[in-house]
């Protein structure tokens, strides 16, 4: 090997090195930069977190705790679901405030009240009928969303409007 190349050698060795020494600078400070800044929490974690360590039960006692007790109950009723209509299973009373929309002019395939109308869809039992309503259905006649579109509706209040078109067929 001649001088030239052993210095090229060399020179370049040393190119390889300082490029190397460069990379390790350049990762450590990017660590540390990443270091000093804050991230914030995500707020799902955050949330598990407060489920898990929620207390399971709570003791009152006294006047204290009976006013704390009140304050909780009345919290736990404003957080709850609420029922569409009161919870009333008044079928009509359903039936003209969602379902009329749809079942007086015929949108979207939607049966009127009339019997020829109901037929095929009365041969596949009114449990069928609940659940498509329930569930929503989308056949070749048309579109049910589910609940008619009123997620608050609960099965049961579903349930007794459906009984109650089947009884006003004409």
């Known amino acids: 090997m001649s001088e030239q190349d052993q210095i090229f050698m060399k020179n370049f060795a040393l190119l390889i090195a300082g490029l190397a020494v460069f990379t390790v600078v350049v990762i450590l400070t990017?660590?540390?930069?990443?270091?000093?800044?804050?991230?914030?929490?995500n707020p799902d974690k955050v949330a598990a977190l407060e489920a898990r360590i929620a207390p399971v039960g709570s003791v009152y006692a006294g006047e204290t705790g009976a006013a704390a007790r009140a304050a909780a109950e009345a919290a736990a009723a404003e957080a709850a679901p609420k029922l569409a209509f009161d919870g009333?299973?008044?079928?009509?009373?359903?039936?003209?405030?969602?379902?009329?929309?749809?079942?007086?002019?015929?949108?979207?395939?939607?049966?009127?009240?009339?019997?020829?109308?109901?037929?095929?869809?009365?041969?596949?039992?009114?449990?069928?009928?609940?659940?498509?309503?329930?569930?929503?259905?989308?056949?070749?006649?048309?579109?049910?969303?589910?609940?008619?579109?009123?997620?608050?509706?609960?099965?049961?209040?579903?349930?007794?409007?459906?009984?109650?078109?089947?009884?006003?067929?004409?």
């Open 30 to 41: 990017a660590i540390q930069l990443n270091k000093l800044t804050s991230r914030p929490d």
């Open 88 to 170: 009333s299973t008044d079928g009509s009373l359903i039936y003209n405030n969602v379902c009329a929309a749809c079942h007086t002019s015929g949108v979207a395939g939607s049966p009127k009240l009339e019997r020829a109308a109901w037929e095929p869809r009365l041969a596949q039992g009114i449990d069928t009928l609940v659940q498509h309503a329930i569930e929503g259905y989308q056949g070749d006649a048309g579109l049910m969303p589910a609940r008619g579109g009123r997620m608050d509706l609960s099965d049961e209040q579903v349930r007794v409007t459906v009984q109650w078109m089947v009884d006003q067929l004409q």
